[in-house]
């Protein structure tokens, strides 16, 4: 599908999620998804800040990608937390050329195969509550309409979450934050189900994982909360479709 129309119809579907009762992982899921199918990314993620200002990885297109933004909060450095904590862009960040600034996250994006890196406030009227981070395999700069077109994408869903955070209080808020966080560790515990009984490694288990939850209309996170549960097999879910020729 050209980019454009992956642009228009990933707008259409944070729009669609803007409901009262909207899942913050899904809709980081679908954003971070998206960047990659769209953009010249590899790999993308967001981090969400804390009532208490602690970041936490929230959604990543990849397992290597959310091994690596743990390592980042690990570290406490990194684009995200640049990004964050500063409030601006953090763009077109050779690896190699820039060893120094982040000196205990950079080896370790290299070694993931990574080569430039992009993060990208998730700010409104002042008030930043996380980053999206994206990541490349080339060097090189990325395309200003494709850095555009992804911080766009972010003010959409920072414009979802502050809304739903303007209207909750504050045990509300601190309830929702805990329930993506805990959200996360069911997925993962789901992949590692699917993993084991299709024989997949963790990113193709976390494709079929949304890819049946796509094609039933099923929120993500209570689709894995069956399957890490028991009482959804892994085999029942829908097959992955054959891959198609690189475009």
């Known amino acids: 599908m050209p980019k454009q129309a992956v642009l228009v119809r990933t707008l259409v579907d944070l729009v669609d999620s803007l409901v009262a009762d909207f899942d913050i992982v899904d809709l980081l899921t679908l954003l971070s998804d998206r960047c990659v199918e769209a953009l010249d990314v590899a790999a993308a993620g967001v981090m969400i800040a804390t009532p208490a200002g602690h970041l936490q990885v929230v959604a990543s297109s990849s ?19 640049d990004a964050y904590r500063s409030g ?42 996380g980053a999206l981070n994206l990541f490349r395999v080339d060097n ?14 972010a003010d959409v869903a920072t414009v979802a979450i502050i809304q739903n955070r ?3 209080d504050t045990q509300a ?12 560790v069911i997925i993962e515990q789901a992949k590692g189900k699917i993993s084991e009984a299709a024989h997949l490694d ?4 976390f494709q079929r994982l949304r890819h049946h939850a796509r094609n039933h209309n099923l929120r993500l996170t209570d689709l894995a909360h069956d399957i890490a549960a028991g009482t959804l097999r892994p085999g029942s879910l829908d097959p992955l479709p054959s891959p198609h020729p690189h475009r």
């Open 63 to 81: 397992d290597a990608m959310r091994t690596l933004e743990l390592f980042q909060l690990q570290s406490d450095q990194g684009p995200c937390v």
């Open 88 to 129: 601006k862009p953090v763009v077109n960040q050779d690896l190699r050329a820039n060893l120094g600034r982040w000196p205990r996250f950079t080896p370790h994006a290299i070694a993931a195969g990574f080569r430039s890196t992009h993060s990208l406030p998730m700010r409104l009227h002042g008030q930043t509550i």
């Open 140 to 153: 090189g700069t990325l395309d200003p309409d494709d850095v555009a077109a992804a911080q766009a994408l």
């Open 166 to 168: 303007a209207t909750a």
């Open 173 to 184: 808020l601190n309830n929702q934050l805990n329930h993506a966080l805990t959200s996360r």
């Open 202 to 205: 963790m990113d193709q288990a």
